[in-house]
């Protein structure tokens, strides 16, 4: 263990599977003191993360909750009990999401889509990040510190064809990402956009997707391709940055963490504001280093 996150007390939605869990293993190897770890619905998932995270960190660490975030008053029932359990709470990383197999199982134009299923995922990915953001935010302006990460995507595939309205409600979290990072200025609050830099082999992976990269000999990153930049992101060393944009993926191990950091920062996927503003890092290229 190391202790990047001693005494820090984390929520990560969507943490039952995929990139949530990675990210809910890693942060308890880091040293976090407590992690809640929700999922919509398959309680089997999160209770044996759980007992994964209390095999790291030692008995007491988790909680297991199942919580839908499209539900405004299950996300504030998260935090509260959160809050209750660990007696505060310092970060969450908005990684719970829907894919386009909700929509269907192939790669369809946008107009084949069901509404039904359309409503839902942009109901999870773009309301949901807001619920949860909106339950916790109160708990991290009290103590002056908060860590919000929201959980996004290749930049390219944001407008891909065919991959509507999945691409689109990610390209909807990285504007939420800059306007939450300004509005929480100067509050020691921070809120940054955290992609793995590909496709990574979770269930949002299409059925025929996979059949054609099977076919093609493509490679899919593992889950924990994300973990070193999120605990960084997560922890006091990122003090400061805001607003800004990491691909996991780009992360280098051989160097200091803020050389890794910065050498896995991407340029925000806008163009810079005309109006005056205070945040500028998140548009300016990053510095290559070799420390």
Request: with cysteine; aromatic share 6%; charged share 20%.
């Amino acid at each position: 263990m190391t202790n990047e996150l001693a005494g820090k007390i984390a929520i990560v939605t969507g943490g039952g599977r995929g990139l949530g869990r990675a990210m809910a293993l890693g942060f308890a190897g880091a040293g976090a003191a407590g992690i809640v770890v929700t999922a919509a619905r398959s309680p089997d998932q999160v209770e044996a993360v759980a007992s994964e995270i209390e095999d790291i960190a030692g008995a007491g660490t988790a909680l297991p909750l199942v919580a839908d975030v499209t539900d405004r008053r299950a996300c504030e029932t998260v935090a509260a009990q959160a809050a209750e359990k660990f007696g505060s709470i310092h970060i969450l990383v908005n990684n719970a999401g829907k894919g386009q197999n909700f929509i269907g199982n192939d790669r369809i134009p946008f107009w084949e889509a069901d509404p039904e299923g359309w409503a839902e995922v942009v109901d999870t990915n773009v309301n949901g990040p807001f619920f949860m953001a909106r339950a916790v935010i109160d708990h991290m302006r009290r103590q002056d510190w908060g860590r919000i990460i929201n959980i996004t995507k290749s930049r390219d595939s944001m407008h891909r064809p065919k991959n509507s309205p999945y691409g689109p409600t990610k390209a909807a979290l990285e504007a939420m990402t800059l306007a939450w990072a300004q509005d929480l200025l100067e509050t020691g609050v921070t809120v940054n956009s955290l992609a793995p830099g590909g496709a990574v082999d979770t269930a949002f992976v299409l059925p025929a997707v996979r059949a054609t990269a099977a076919e093609t000999g493509k490679k899919y990153f593992p889950a924990d391709v994300i973990v070193p930049a999120a605990i960084w992101l997560a922890s006091e060393q990122s003090d400061g940055t805001t607003g800004c944009r990491y691909v996991g993926s780009r992360w280098n191990n051989s160097v200091t963490p803020d050389a890794a950091a910065e050498g896995a920062r991407e340029p925000a996927i806008f163009l810079p504001p005309k109006r005056d503003s205070i945040l500028r890092k998140p548009w300016q290229p990053p510095k290559v280093s070799s420390n």
